[in-house]
C-alpha cells in the first residue's frame, strides 16, 4: 500500500510538472520560441566555432592588411609592436605565418632549412580549427613538409614528409629565434628566413621566387568580431571546408541560424540583431572564463598555465575518452592561438589575472611584481601585458614587455628584478616599467625560453602582483 500510495505521488508529481510546462510553453508565440531557440544555438555556436573564427580572422587580416596571398611569407623581423593585434602576441619573437589552400593548389610544399649556429626555427603547423597537425624547426633539420589535403590518395614523392590535413586550408605560426642582440646572429637569422620556401607541388620542378611581407609598424588586425560578423566568418568556414564527423551534429543545429553547407548566409535584420546579442554574451563568457579554466601552477598563487587542463591533457586535440572540451577549448582559443603539438620544447608559459590579494589586474592602478633570481631558463624570459576585454596587446603602449634581454634593466644585488606596471614609469625604474591604460583591465603572460628543471619541478616559483601607491 505505501509503494502504491508513493507511486501515485510521483505520477501526479509529473502530470503537475507538465502541465505547468505546456502552460508556460503557451505564454510564448511561435515566432519568441524561433528567437529563443536563434539565441541559445547562437551562443553555442560561438563557443564551439571560435576556434576556427579566430583563425579565419587571422587569415582575412593576412588577405587585407599585409596584402598577401595564400603561400606568401609575412612576418616580424624586428619583432611586433603593440600593432599586431594577434591574441596574446608576443613582442619579442620573430613572427613567420602563412596560410595555404589545397583545394586551389593541390599539395603544398613547406621547405624549411636547417639551423645554423646562432639561428634556428620553431614553429608548429595547423589546419583550419587549429588542430595542431606538426611542430617544425626544433630538431634543426632541413625538411621538405607535404601539406595533403583531405582524403589524398595519390602518390606522395620520395624526400618530403607528408602531413595529413582534415582541413582544405592551413596554417603556420614559425618563430625566428636568434641567439643575441648582436649584428652577426640577426644577419644569419635573416639568411636562414630567406630560405623558407611555400609553393605548391605542381610547381616542385621550377618553384616561384618566395614572397615575404614585412610586417613591422604595419597594423595587423585580426581581433575576433563577437557581433554578425562572428557567424559571417562560421558559415565561411562551414561552406569552404569538408564536415568532419566529430562536428556534424553541431552542424545540423547551425541551420537555425542560415549557416548550412551550400547555402548563403544571408539573415534578416531581426536575426542579425540577435546574434549581436547571444555573440556578445558569449564574448564575456569566454574571455572571462579563462580566469576560472586558468589553475594555479605553483600552490597559494594566482599564476597559471593559461588554457583549459585538458588541452595539455589532449595535447590540444581537446579529445577527452567520453566527450570533447568544447567549452574549454573556446575559452582557450578566444585568448590565443597557436597551440603546439609538444608543449614545452622550447619555451613555456604562465599568466595571471589576479594582484597578491585576488582583485582583478587594472590599468589605473600601480603594481610591482618581484621576479626572484636563477629564473629557470637557459635563453631568456619576458613578460608581457595584454588588455583583458581584446586579449591583444595594449594599444599605443609606449612599453608592452620587460625581458632579460631589455637593455638597461635594473638587477637587484641578489639577481633578482622587479617589474613595475602601471599608467606610469615609478621614478627611476623606466627601464624595468611596462605600460598599462586606466580604465581597464589587463593580464600578463610571463614567458620562459628554454625552460629548464627548476621550472618543471616548481622548485622555483614566482610571485604573485603587488599593487603599489
Given at each position: 500500500m505505501q509503494r502504491s500510495r508513493i507511486i501515485m505521488r510521483l505520477a501526479s508529481a509529473l502530470i503537475f510538472a507538465l502541465v505547468a510546462a505546456a502552460a508556460s510553453a503557451a505564454d510564448f508565440t511561435p515566432q519568441q520560441l524561433d528567437e529563443r531557440l536563434i539565441e541559445r544555438r547562437a551562443f553555442d555556436a560561438v563557443v564551439w566555432g571560435v576556434p576556427a573564427v579566430n583563425l579565419d580572422m587571422m587569415r582575412q587580416a593576412y588577405f587585407r592588411d599585409a596584402n598577401a596571398r595564400y603561400n606568401d611569407i609575412i612576418w616580424w623581423p624586428k619583432g611586433a609592436d603593440w600593432r599586431n593585434q594577434s591574441l596574446a602576441a608576443n613582442t619579442l619573437v620573430r613572427y613567420i605565418y602563412f596560410f595555404a589552400d589545397t583545394r586551389a593548389d593541390g599539395p603544398i610544399v613547406f621547405e624549411i632549412p636547417a639551423a645554423v649556429e646562432g639561428a634556428t626555427f620553431y614553429g608548429t603547423i595547423m589546419d583550419s580549427w587549429q588542430f595542431p597537425v606538426r611542430d617544425v624547426g626544433a630538431d634543426g633539420k632541413a625538411t621538405k613538409y607535404l601539406l595533403l589535403p583531405p582524403g589524398y590518395e595519390g602518390e606522395v614523392p620520395a624526400g618530403y614528409t607528408p602531413l595529413r590535413f582534415n582541413t582544405f586550408g592551413s596554417y603556420a605560426l614559425v618563430r625566428s629565434i636568434v641567439a643575441s642582440d648582436k649584428k652577426a646572429d640577426i644577419a644569419r637569422a635573416d639568411a636562414l628566413v630567406a630560405q623558407l620556401k611555400v609553393y605548391p607541388l605542381s610547381k616542385a620542378g621550377n618553384p616561384p621566387a618566395q614572397t615575404f611581407r614585412d610586417m613591422t609598424g604595419v597594423p595587423y588586425e585580426p581581433a575576433i568580431p563577437y557581433d554578425h560578423r562572428f557567424f559571417e566568418s562560421l558559415a565561411r568556414i562551414v561552406n569552404d571546408e569538408p564536415a568532419q564527423e566529430l562536428d556534424k551534429q553541431m552542424l545540423g543545429m547551425l541551420h537555425p541560424l542560415g549557416i548550412e553547407k551550400g547555402k548563403a548566409f544571408a539573415p534578416d535584420a531581426a536575426t542579425v540583431a540577435i546574434l549581436e546579442r547571444a555573440g556578445a554574451e558569449a564574448q564575456a563568457y569566454l574571455l572571462e572564463g579563462i580566469t576560472r579554466?586558468?589553475?594555479?601552477?605553483?600552490?597559494?598563487?594566482?599564476?597559471?598555465?593559461?588554457?583549459?587542463?585538458?588541452?595539455?591533457?589532449?595535447?590540444?586535440?581537446?579529445?577527452?575518452?567520453?566527450?570533447?572540451?568544447?567549452?574549454?577549448?573556446?575559452?582557450?582559443?578566444?585568448?590565443?592561438?597557436?597551440?603546439?603539438?609538444?608543449?614545452?620544447?622550447?619555451?613555456?608559459?604562465?599568466?595571471?589575472?589576479?594582484?597578491?590579494?585576488?582583485?582583478?589586474?587594472?590599468?589605473?592602478?600601480?603594481?610591482?611584481?618581484?621576479?626572484?633570481?636563477?629564473?629557470?631558463?637557459?635563453?631568456?624570459?619576458?613578460?608581457?601585458?595584454?588588455?583583458?576585454?581584446?586579449?591583444?596587446?595594449?594599444?599605443?603602449?609606449?612599453?608592452?614587455?620587460?625581458?632579460?634581454?631589455?637593455?638597461?634593466?635594473?638587477?637587484?644585488?641578489?639577481?633578482?628584478?622587479?617589474?613595475?606596471?602601471?599608467?606610469?614609469?615609478?621614478?627611476?625604474?623606466?627601464?624595468?616599467?611596462?605600460?598599462?591604460?586606466?580604465?581597464?583591465?589587463?593580464?600578463?603572460?610571463?614567458?620562459?625560453?628554454?625552460?629548464?628543471?627548476?621550472?618543471?619541478?616548481?622548485?622555483?616559483?614566482?610571485?604573485?602582483?603587488?599593487?603599489?601607491?
Amino acid at each position: 500500500m505505501q509503494r502504491s500510495r508513493i507511486i501515485m505521488r510521483l505520477a501526479s508529481a509529473l502530470i503537475f510538472a507538465l502541465v505547468a510546462a505546456a502552460a508556460s510553453a503557451a505564454d510564448f508565440t511561435p515566432q519568441q520560441l524561433d528567437e529563443r531557440l536563434i539565441e541559445r544555438r547562437a551562443f553555442d555556436a560561438v563557443v564551439w566555432g571560435v576556434p576556427a573564427v579566430n583563425l579565419d580572422m587571422m587569415r582575412q587580416a593576412y588577405f587585407r592588411d599585409a596584402n598577401a596571398r595564400y603561400n606568401d611569407i609575412i612576418w616580424w623581423p624586428k619583432g611586433a609592436d603593440w600593432r599586431n593585434q594577434s591574441l596574446a602576441a608576443n613582442t619579442l619573437v620573430r613572427y613567420i605565418y602563412f596560410f595555404a589552400d589545397t583545394r586551389a593548389d593541390g599539395p603544398i610544399v613547406f621547405e624549411i632549412p636547417a639551423a645554423v649556429e646562432g639561428a634556428t626555427f620553431y614553429g608548429t603547423i595547423m589546419d583550419s580549427w587549429q588542430f595542431p597537425v606538426r611542430d617544425v624547426g626544433a630538431d634543426g633539420k632541413a625538411t621538405k613538409y607535404l601539406l595533403l589535403p583531405p582524403g589524398y590518395e595519390g602518390e606522395v614523392p620520395a624526400g618530403y614528409t607528408p602531413l595529413r590535413f582534415n582541413t582544405f586550408g592551413s596554417y603556420a605560426l614559425v618563430r625566428s629565434i636568434v641567439a643575441s642582440d648582436k649584428k652577426a646572429d640577426i644577419a644569419r637569422a635573416d639568411a636562414l628566413v630567406a630560405q623558407l620556401k611555400v609553393y605548391p607541388l605542381s610547381k616542385a620542378g621550377n618553384p616561384p621566387a618566395q614572397t615575404f611581407r614585412d610586417m613591422t609598424g604595419v597594423p595587423y588586425e585580426p581581433a575576433i568580431p563577437y557581433d554578425h560578423r562572428f557567424f559571417e566568418s562560421l558559415a565561411r568556414i562551414v561552406n569552404d571546408e569538408p564536415a568532419q564527423e566529430l562536428d556534424k551534429q553541431m552542424l545540423g543545429m547551425l541551420h537555425p541560424l542560415g549557416i548550412e553547407k551550400g547555402k548563403a548566409f544571408a539573415p534578416d535584420a531581426a536575426t542579425v540583431a540577435i546574434l549581436e546579442r547571444a555573440g556578445a554574451e558569449a564574448q564575456a563568457y569566454l574571455l572571462e572564463g579563462i580566469t576560472r579554466v586558468t589553475k594555479p601552477y605553483w600552490e597559494g598563487g594566482h599564476w597559471g598555465m593559461p588554457t583549459a587542463p585538458s588541452g595539455f591533457a589532449t595535447t590540444f586535440t581537446w579529445r577527452l575518452p567520453d566527450y570533447i572540451d568544447v567549452d574549454g577549448r573556446g575559452i582557450s582559443m578566444a585568448n590565443w592561438f597557436g597551440p603546439v603539438e609538444v608543449l614545452g620544447k622550447s619555451s613555456n608559459y604562465v599568466a595571471t589575472f589576479f594582484d597578491s590579494d585576488g582583485r582583478r589586474l587594472e590599468g589605473q592602478h600601480s603594481y610591482r611584481l618581484h621576479v626572484p633570481a636563477n629564473v629557470p631558463v637557459r635563453d631568456f624570459w619576458s613578460i608581457t601585458a595584454y588588455d583583458a576585454v581584446t586579449s591583444g596587446l595594449i594599444r599605443n603602449a609606449p612599453v608592452a614587455v620587460v625581458s632579460s634581454r631589455t637593455k638597461g634593466l635594473r638587477v637587484n644585488r641578489d639577481g633578482s628584478v622587479d617589474v613595475y606596471f602601471g599608467p606610469q614609469p615609478p621614478p627611476g625604474k623606466a627601464s624595468n616599467w611596462v605600460y598599462t591604460e586606466p580604465g581597464r583591465m589587463w593580464f600578463p603572460w610571463f614567458r620562459l625560453y628554454g625552460p629548464t628543471e627548476a621550472f618543471n619541478d616548481k622548485s622555483w616559483k614566482l610571485t604573485d602582483f603587488e599593487r603599489i601607491q
